[in-house]
């Protein structure tokens, strides 16, 4: 259970997704992770200057508010549980990105009609 605005949050009523214990910290961690792995990529990466510019200002409303509501409210995208599910990919995807190098020309051109749908 979790207190929001006095009252005592018992299920996030989402099949499978428990109430988180420590919503405060659980995004603080997530939001310094993701920092941290998108600070190893180069600068002129589109993925590292959104995702950075998200991420701060997700987490300062994290650090600025001390009720979850407030934080559900400012941030817009779902419960806090959900929030952290969202870091949590957010988390796994910046890793990937990094791991991959994804921000690299390509080594082989892509076939001319690549992009183009319908494929003719």
Do not use: F
């Not at 995004?27 to 310094?32: A, F, G, P, S, V």
């Not at 998200?54 to 419960?79: H, P, S």
């Not at 952290?84 to 009609?113: D, F, G, H, Y």
């Amino acid at each position: 259970m979790i207190a929001m605005s006095g009252a005592i949050k018992k299920t996030t009523g989402l099949t499978g997704l428990l109430v988180a214990r420590n919503a405060h910290y659980s995004l603080t961690r997530l939001y310094n992770k993701i920092l941290k792995t998108l600070a190893k990529m180069p600068d002129e990466s589109a993925y590292k200057k959104y995702t950075t510019e998200t991420v701060n200002e997700r987490l300062a409303i994290v650090m600025k508010e001390k009720d979850v509501k407030a934080i559900e409210d400012k941030i817009n995208c779902g419960q806090i549980e959900e929030v952290i599910v969202q870091a949590e990919n957010e988390l796994a995807l910046s890793k990937r990105i990094a791991e991959t190098r994804a921000w690299e020309p390509l080594i082989t051109k892509p076939p001319i009609n690549q992009w183009k749908w319908p494929h003719v």
